[in-house]
Structure formats: C-alpha cells, structure tokens
C-alpha cells in the first residue's frame, strides 16, 4: 500500500500493543453513529472533533507513506525571544492571578526520509508506553507522535480513567522532585478534581505524585477512576485543555498562548484517539511533529510557574524533542 499528502488516513498503535491498525477513509466533522472506527482528533484549544470514516484494519506488512508536498514551516522562537517571554510569564506568575502557563516552541529538522511509515516503525520499537500514530489530513497536513499522556480511557461496564501529568525532568533512577515541579502538578490534579467533581461519581484517586517515565523524560502522575452519565466526548472537552498544556486559570492561558506563541499549535496539544459509545482510548497529542517532504518540525512546551527560571526551561524543551529527535537520528 502507499499513500500520501493527498489522502485521508491515521496508523496508530495503543500503548503496550502490538496490534497497528489502520483506516483509509475520509474526515468528517459529523459524528456519524455508522462510523465503526471511532477514530478521532481535535486540535488546540478547539473543541470541534473531526472523525475519520472509512474501514479500520491490522496492519499486515510494510507500508510506504511519503510526502511529496513542501509546506510552509510553522513561526519559530529564537531562544532570545523564548527566554524574553517566559521571563513576562514569570512576571505575571508573581503578579497576577496566574499560576501557571504553558510556552511551547517549535524546532525544525531536515527530512532524510522519504518512507515515514519507516518512521513510524522505529518510534513503535523505542517507545512501548505510549499511544504512537502518524496520521494525514488534507488541509491540517501528516503528524506523527507518540504520547504518555491519557485524556480518558475505560468503557461504561467498567471505570473511567484520566490522568494528571506534569512536571517535567530528564529521566534518571534517582530523579528528585523540587517544589516547583510539585506544585505544577498541582495545579493539573486540582483542575481535573474539579472537573471530575462537577460532571462525574464514584472518583477515586488510584494514584497520586508517582513518578513514570516516557522516553527519557520523567513526570510526576496522578490517576482518577471515576464513573459518568455524561457523553464521553463532553466530558473530554470540559477537562480539556487542562492545565498540563495551558496553563491555570485556563482561559487565561489560552489567551496568552494565543497572543504570543508565534506558531499556531493546531494539532500539537489537541486530543485523539478511539471514541465510540461504550468505551474510549483519548489521548493528548504530545511529543508529536508536522511532516513534510523538506522538514520535520517538532513541537516541545514546558510549564513557566513563579519559581521558573528561564533559561531551565529552555534546556527542558530540548530535553523533550529528544523523544522524536533520538528516532529522527537512527
């Protein structure tokens, strides 16, 4: 099989499977109860889902999806200008009533391969835990990524589950935790809490301030099973964007991720995955990149809180690209 730019398509894997699937079919922002594959995303902070219809099957053999398409590359910061605006968000950290913000960036490299399903093969041998996709859409353009981070999963004759993540350090066996980091997982707990608390029953923190890996990066964890009467798709948009990808107060943060990042984040921060009535697998789409025939650009974010110190959080986001930049480079 081969596809490109041109068609509609998402191959992804569920995090410690084997099974790839794949569905070749069209998008649709209709969410039509014929459609069998359940296959969604949205992007940031959109709350307007778009499906993909057609038919879902395993992947049994190779693959071949090139991009013949050069496309715009997304607006970068200079590290200049990343460390100018994550020293205003300190500002306003301490000044305001923000707590927290979330100041993403973009890095671009050149394109050495022309099969990204190849790609897509060696994220799926180097990162087990997390739910790996590369997916085309006409307009939106290829993503590829592979995300630690579970927006809700579960199905309704068992219990839901979401999961607070944050804080951010490279991996070691030995990693410590300071405050700063503490309190931005916090922030991301409290948020979820709260929303759990108003739409949900029956909330039980399974676990809480555990550290996981994902690549070589550590977070620090807390999961909620919970059970709901509210349509699934209404309850992930309620709890997203938490503050894990904004920032807390929410509103706030968007609109100054709006006002200030000088890419759009589109499908970076979004959310996708299976979405059917009885059950849901949803993620929130990070360590991902855009694909195109000359570059891969890379989208990494970091929390700025008060206690932040700019020129960390720099280092952090090259910390993460390592996650696809390790892959690029094999």
């Known amino acids: 099989m081969k596809l490109n730019h041109c068609d509609s398509f998402v191959i992804y894997r569920k995090p410690y499977s084997k ?27 959109s709350s307007n889902p778009i499906f993909l219809v057609g038919k879902k099957s395993l992947v049994q053999r190779s693959i071949v999806v090139e991009h013949s398409k050069k496309e715009k590359s997304p607006l970068q910061f200079s590290k200049e200008k990343y460390i100018t605006t994550a020293k205003s968000y300190i500002e306003l950290c301490r000044k305001s009533d923000l707590k927290k913000i979330i100041l993403s960036r973009v890095i671009s490299t050149k394109n050495n391969n022309a099969n990204a399903f190849e790609l897509f ?19 939106k353009g290829m993503w590829m990524g592979a995300s630690p981070e579970e927006l809700i999963s579960g199905n309704k004759k068992e219990k839901y589950s979401t999961t607070a993540l944050a804080g951010s350090k490279k991996w070691s066996s030995n990693v410590s935790w300071s405050i700063k980091e ?5 922030y991301v707990k409290t948020y979820i809490e709260k929303k759990l608390n108003a739409h949900a029953k029956k909330i039980d923190c399974e676990s809480d301030l555990i550290t996981v890996r994902a690549g070589n990066i550590a977070h620090l964890k807390s999961r909620f099973l919970f059970e709901t009467s509210l349509p699934i798709l209404e309850l992930a948009n309620k709890l997203h964007p938490t503050p894990a990808i904004s920032g807390y107060p929410t509103k706030k943060s968007v609109k100054l991720i709006e006002e200030n990042e000088p890419h759009k984040r589109s499908l970076y921060c979004g959310f996708l995955g299976e979405l059917f009535d009885e059950s849901v697998n949803l993620f929130v789409n990070l360590r991902c990149m855009k694909i195109d025939r000359e570059n891969l650009h890379l989208f990494v974010g970091g929390g700025i809180t008060d206690l932040s110190i700019p ?15 390790s892959i690029i480079k094999k």
């Open 19 to 45: 099974e790839i699937h794949i569905i070749v079919g069209n998008w649709t922002d209709e969410n039509n109860s014929h459609n069998k594959t359940g296959f969604m995303f949205n992007e940031f902070p």
């Open 311 to 325: 020129e960390d959080e720099w280092e952090e986001t090259q910390i993460k690209s390592e996650t696809l930049l």
């Open 121 to 139: 093969e060696k994220l799926n041998s180097s990162y087990h835990h997390s739910f790996n996709y590369l997916l085309n859409h006409p307009t």
């Open 182 to 186: 503490i309190e931005e997982q916090q």
